[in-house]
């Protein structure tokens, strides 16, 4: 029971922060969490748990009350290299990072 969302524009190190929120709780528990968490963050990440239980609910045939987060994953995807025209007609480099997260559930009679 997992999902992947890839290649998100967040950077993964604030990503990380909200799933450290989340990580060893129920899922139901986890999307209250992350409903009210007012991070730019959050949103990706409930959007992920939530299709990891429905993954579950509907291929594998799981009750969603029984389904505990085992593992939150946040990687660093590709950067996005921008530039910022500074004076004497010089650049400064940016970049813009994106990235990937990976779910994996469990049932707590699995546990």
Do not use: C
């Not at 949103?43 to 299709?51: E, Q, R």
């Amino acid at each position: 029971m997992k999902s992947a969302a890839n290649n998100i524009r967040i950077a993964p190190q604030k990503t990380n922060l909200v799933a450290g929120l989340v990580r060893r709780k129920s899922v139901k528990e986890a999307l209250e969490i992350l409903k009210f968490t007012p991070k730019r963050a959050s949103t990706p990440l409930y959007k992920a748990i939530a299709s990891a239980a429905a993954n579950a609910v509907n291929n594998l045939k799981q009750k969603e009350e029984d389904l505990i987060i085992k593992e939150i994953v946040i990687t660093k995807g590709t950067s996005l290299k921008r530039s910022v025209p500074i004076s004497r007609g010089r650049v400064h480099p940016i970049r813009k990072r994106t990235t990937h997260i990976k779910i994996l559930l469990e049932t707590k009679s699995n546990k």
